[in-house]
Structure formats: structure tokens, C-alpha cells
């Protein structure tokens, strides 16, 4: 068992990778009486294109990864696994991300019992023709409600005129038509691609003994068999480094429009901790420039351009990275205007030195809290992970962020040219 050490946020990690690949690591939070759990796979909507070792490559219909994460709860003697973990006094969920799928469980009582469960279910997949035909409609029913649903719609709207080939483009649920094309041999070949444990991580954080979990998952593994697998092989089509489309619109009925904007990174270069490190800058540059305490977002919501739906993001990868900023507004076009003659007004006067002090130890302030919650250090652990980061350096990046460092992120990201705008509004309008 190995031990990991951040002094510097007064917190431990133990770590282990098992024979079979499974890495395991606990983070033991003395006085907690909550533990959550995650077992986390690295595979997401955007792996539909991949081969194992010298194998052929195989693509697949979008959308399976989700398809295959509402199959897992499939119990082969009919258990309901929701109702298994209820009674064990859990509360039990899963997601699926653009790179990753989530298993987790929430409990204060019984975490062996509960741990034993969650790594059973999802290494025990149930696939048949008759449930993959039953679960189609199901999840068609899903998709056409996101369909009706204006903020799912102006989100994605947004990655369609972001990206030409990259399969983020593509609703993570996939489309009715690709859904009808997925069967039970499929689910199978996916599922011992993405989900052999050299390709999981199991997370556990709260108040647990480390090497007590690490024990009892061994002995778990220790009854299963896994043959060795090739690394995984995941093919994109090249991105080109233009947007799509500048602008999309959609009808669909809403009190009020919504407007957002994104600005796509082109070339995406950086890895592990440098992508880490920007990722950091950017989400504090656009709390210094649009966060709620922001001189900007005050003045846009008191001229009622904004409401409280307005926020922000920064997401990035190896294959990707984009900001997303907007919410609902009586009138997009004037949003629109006063965020692009604020970005232009920044980037000649740079970014205000005290604001920038002021709002980097809140998000230092922020960060520190984070690590009271269970449910976030999961979250948040298990996404770096899989992107070769360790959410643990975030706190030294922020310290070690200069005014100089925020300036040149301004200047590298905000480029007009890479700029596109999704906005949903009623057909009245």
C-alpha cells in the first residue's frame, strides 16, 4: 500500500493497484461519519471509436456508453440494486460524463456491505436481447425529453457550433436512431473493453481505515477472473481548429430566451499537470471577469439583463477545451453585445490587480472548503485522475497564480474568431 502525502492541504492518501490493474485509493477523513464511494471507468460519449492492442478498430453507435450505464443495474436474478443499497441504508447513483462513467454510493452505515455491492454489480453485466430491446424505448423517452428541455438544448446547441468532427458535439445520450442501432453484442464489447478494471478506479473518501478497504476489495478481486488486456486505443477524427458555425438558434417554448456563449481553445497541446495549471488560471479569470461579485455581472443584472441563471464555465482535456458562459435573458443580441465590447475593453486595460488579488483567495478560500465535502473531493478527484492531473496540486496553482499568468490566458483565450453563440427562444419571438 502505498502512502500519499499532501502536507500542504493536510491530507493522506493510501494507494493500491492490484494485479488485475484495479487501482484502489482511500481517503480517510477522521471524524466523518459519511463515506462515499465511486468506481469509475475511463470511458465516456466521446470513445465510439476504438481498438484493443492489435485489434481492428471497432465504432460504435453514440450514445452506448450511456446505454450501457442504465444496463448495468440489470441485476441477472431480477434484484432491483437501488432497492439492495436502500435497505443497506445507502443512497446509490451513476452518470455519464464526455470521458468518464460514474458508479457511487453515499452511506453512514454498513460501507463494506455497501462497497461489496457497488463493485459487484457493475463487474456483473446482464445483457439480453429482450432487456437491450426494453431499454431503448426507455432511453428514447429520455432523449426527447431533453429534447423539449431549453437549457439542455441551448447547452448543446453551443458544442455543435464549437465542434466540426469531435464527438462532444454529440448529445451524450446519443440520438433515437443511434440508440435503435445498438444490441446486446455491442453493450458486450464494450463493456469488456472500458470496463476491465486496468481501465477503473475505485475511490473511497470519509471515515473508513484504509487499509481495512484496500483488504476487503483485494479479497473481492481475488474471487474474479480478468484476463490481461492491450491498452485501449481511442481514435478521433482531427478537429480542425475553426468553430462550426458562429451562431445557432432553436424554437422551443420558454418564459424567457436563453443565451449562451462559448469560446473554443483551437489546438489543444497541453498534458497532465500544465492542462491542470491552465485549467486553474482560466476559472480564475473568468471569476475575476464574470463571477457573481464581478462589477460586470452586477451591472448587467441590474439592468435586468442577467438573472441568477447566469454562471460560467471552463472544461479541458487532451482533445478538447472551451468556455461556456450565459443563462436566461430577455435579450440575447444586447448580451451578447455587452459581453463582446467587455472582453474587447479587458483586453486592452488587462485585469484589475486588486480584484485579482481579492478574488484568488476566494477561490483559495473555495477550494479548501471543498475538502469538507465527500461528495465533491470524489467528483473532483476522479475527473483529474483520468485526465493524468492530481486535484490535490489545485491549491498550488491558484497560490502560485500571478496577475502576469491571468493577463495571458485573457489575451490567449478570448479570441473573437473561435467565439459561437447558441440562444433558445419561443417562436413568437
Known sequence: METLSYPHVEETLYREIL??????????????????????????????????????????????????????????????????????????????????????????????????????FVQTPHFTEQN??????????????????????????LFEALYQKHPISIDIAGTVESIYQIDKDMLYSCYNTFYHPSNMLLFVVGGVDAAHIIELVKNNQASKNFEPQGEIKRFFEEEPDQIRKARV?????????????????????????????????TKLLFDIMFGSSSPFYQSLYDQQLIFDSFGHEYNCSEQYAFSILGGDTPNPDALVERIRNYISETLQSGIDAERFERVKRKKIGNYLRMLNSPESIAT???????????MFNVLKYYEESTLEDVNTRLKEHFDFNQLAISIVESPST
Not at 134 to 149: H, L, P, S, T, V
Not at 254 to 266: D, I
Open 19 to 120: 494485479d488485475n490493474g484495479l487501482e484502489i485509493i482511500v481517503l480517510p477523513k477522521a471524524g466523518f461519519q459519511k463515506t462515499y464511494a465511486t468506481f469509475a471507468t475511463k470511458y465516456g460519449s466521446i470513445d465510439n471509436h476504438f481498438a484493443v492492442g492489435d485489434q481492428e478498430p471497432v465504432k460504435v453507435p453514440d450514445g452506448i456508453a450511456h446505454f450501457l450505464e442504465h444496463k448495468m443495474f440489470e441485476e441477472p436474478d431480477g434484484m432491483d440494486v437501488f432497492a439492495k443499497f436502500s435497505k443497506q441504508g445507502a443512497a446509490a447513483n451513476a452518470y455519464t460524463s464526455f470521458d468518464r462513467t460514474v458508479y457511487l454510493f453515499s452511506a453512514t452505515e454498513n460501507i463494506d456491505e455497501n462497497l461489496t455491492t457497488l463493485i459487484d
Open 249 to 281: 438558434e432553436k424554437k422551443l417554448q420558454v418564459s424567457l430566451p436563453k443565451c449562451m456563449l462559448g469560446f473554443k481553445e483551437p489546438a489543444v497541446s497541453k498534458t497532465g499537470e500544465e492542462l491542470l495549471r491552465q485549467e486553474v488560471t
Open 380 to 390: 473532483e478527484f476522479t475527473r483529474y485522475r483520468f485526465r493524468n492531473c492530481d
Open 132 to 157: 437491450v430491446e426494453k431499454e431503448k424505448g426507455i432511453i428514447a423517452q429520455e432523449i426527447n425529453m431533453y429534447n423539449d428541455n431549453a437549457d439542455w438544448r441551448v447547452y448543446y446547441g
